[in-house]
């Protein structure tokens, strides 16, 4: 215990921390300052000179910029001291100023010295963004408002109320803005509408995934936005709501930060790498020794995923075999990835564009719909069937207006004969089209379960038996080499708009019911006609 400098009360000593003032000489207080990116970020005025070597949310070891700053490289909190006054404004986010509350003094912070062109883009939306994924605040106005109400008769309890309030992310679920020059050796993987993916090595990453990492270069998949130099807020917000899955949801692959190519000043996605590549190429090289009890196993992995994610009231909508990784952790994993972000960077909520891959896309979307949980159960309908052939739904003919019409008119995947009849009837309800007649993801995700752990595994095993005799007789990979030889290049796997096709088929469908209505009357008239004479 000491006694207050200035009024000489007992104060109390919070382990190293030496406090010279009593609560009743400088009282706590609290607000908001401007960061750097333009959006008010949260401030502690602490009316004692905080000398703790550890960051107060994440016990890192802070980085002293000097004798009376310091600062978090985890979580970006700063610890500017007034030397005159001896009292400490901790600021949650990246600043380059603060004030002391009580002689008024400002505080630079040299931002220079921490090279903050490595931590942050330019762009205000995604360093507030990144900044934002630091760490989680339960609940940032209540915060502000109760932190004046805190028993100070022990000082300590400021210390534990921040860190009951602010909780630290991990070192996983963090995102970075990752300077271009760390990304070397791109290799093109695949090109999309909208983005173009490459394998590449992020150097140096150690620091940025965990320091207990022992490697310090990483493989990774980079994903180029196309003509993203002006990215919208919209496609901030389902980047925010892609690392939010990231961050609580298992089977869904790792978004670790942003770069941008100074060359075309696109932004680029650094995601985990998937050395077995998508589902549907897995499933292509790999479709012969793939067994009964595999097919279910990581169906029920995705099906998981996709669970999680309708659990955050989210939906993907863009679901196919395409945008499911395997062998993110060098294991047989599936993880989904692309979830909401197939679509232009620069796409706007003004433009009611709709995206997708025509197989996957249930059919009340073709009628006017807006995506949802229900549309998601029937693009999994369709990665199903993908597991029972090893091939693409409807790669045989072209992904027109004519196969929307077809879908909407009740047209599915044709069923194979050694289909088990459980997981035949699953995924026909999953097709239904009345969207309230589909399964939930939670019936769904039990199904598999039970098929996983061996609950009516005998429906199975006369499947698994033909499918072993097939692959004696060599007829199942000559019938997945026939069908992929029959695709066509109107058949487009790719996610692409989709709203010329479906005004087409508006179209089509008037003129046809026009012209049924005309059929209608003249087949009146006849009648009647025929009546009268």
């Known amino acids: 215990m000491k006694n207050c400098t200035l009024c000489g009360k007992i104060i109390y000593q919070y382990k190293t921390t030496e406090f010279r003032l009593c609560s009743d000489c400088y009282l706590i207080s609290s607000g908001r300052v401007d960061s750097l990116y333009e959006k008010p970020i949260p401030i502690i005025y602490l009316p004692w000179w905080d000398n703790s070597y550890e960051c107060l949310v994440c016990n890192q070891y802070l980085d002293f910029i000097s004798d009376c700053q310091k600062w978090c490289t985890r979580c970006y909190i700063f610890y500017s001291g007034c030397r005159y006054c001896l009292t400490t404004n901790i600021t949650f986010g990246l600043s380059d100023k603060s004030q002391c509350r009580k002689c008024k003094r400002i505080l630079d912070i040299p931002i220079d010295i921490i090279d903050i062109m490595n931590v942050i883009s330019g762009n205000n939306d995604i360093d507030a963004l990144i900044s934002d994924t630091r760490f989680k605040i339960k609940n940032d106005h209540k915060i502000i408002n109760d932190i004046s109400s805190i028993d100070l008769t022990d000082p300590s309890n400021v210390y534990t109320f921040l860190r009951s309030n602010y909780t630290p992310s991990g070192y996983h679920s963090t995102m970075e803005w990752i300077p271009y020059s760390q990304i070397t050796n791109l290799e093109k993987l695949a090109e999309g509408g909208f983005g173009i993916i490459y394998k590449a090595i992020w150097l140096d990453c150690k620091k940025h995934i965990s320091p207990y990492d022992p490697g310090k270069n990483k493989t990774i998949a980079v994903k180029r936005l196309k003509s993203s130099q002006k990215i919208s807020e919209e496609f901030i917000n389902e980047l925010k709501s892609y690392h939010k899955c990231c961050i609580v949801l298992g089977f869904v692959v790792q978004c670790h930060g942003i770069t941008k190519d100074p060359k075309t000043d696109e932004y680029m996605l650094v995601m985990d790498y998937a050395k077995e590549g998508n589902l549907h190429d897995y499933l292509q090289k790999n479709f012969v020794d793939i067994n009964w009890t595999i097919k279910i196993s990581m169906l ?144 769904v995700v039990n199904a598999f379960f039970n098929w996983n752990f061996y609950k009516n595994v005998k429906q199975f095993n006369p499947a698994e038996e033909q499918r072993l005799e097939l692959i004696q007789l060599k007829l199942l990979a000559s019938s997945i080499n026939s069908t992929s030889l029959l695709s066509l290049n109107g058949a487009i796997y790719t996610s692409r708009p989709l709203s010329a096709l479906i005004s087409t088929v508006n179209v089509s469908r008037k003129h046809k019911i026009e012209e049924l209505d005309i059929e209608i009357q003249d087949s009146d008239k006849r009648n009647k006609t025929d009546e009268n004479q």
């Open 300 to 443: 029920w992995r995705i099906s998981n995923g996709l669970k999680n994610i309708h659990d955050e009231n989210l939906t993907h909508r863009d679901f196919h075999s395409g945008n499911i990784l395997v062998g993110v952790n060098n294991d047989q994993n599936c993880h989904i990835g692309d979830l909401g972000l197939s679509k232009p960077a620069s796409e706007t909520s003004f433009n009611d564009e709709i995206y997708g891959v025509i197989p996957y896309v249930a059919p009340e979307v073709f009628n006017g719909a807006k995506f949802s949980k229900a549309s998601d159960i029937y693009s999994l309908g369709m990665i199903m069937w993908e597991y029972t052939t090893g091939c693409k739904p409807f790669a045989d003919v072209e992904h027109d207006h004519n196969l929307i019409y077809d879908i909407i008119d009740g047209k599915r995947p044709e069923i194979t004969k050694d289909t088990p009849e459980c997981f035949a009837n699953l995924m026909k309800r999953c097709w239904e089209f009345d969207p309230t007649k589909r399964p939930s993801i939670y019936e």
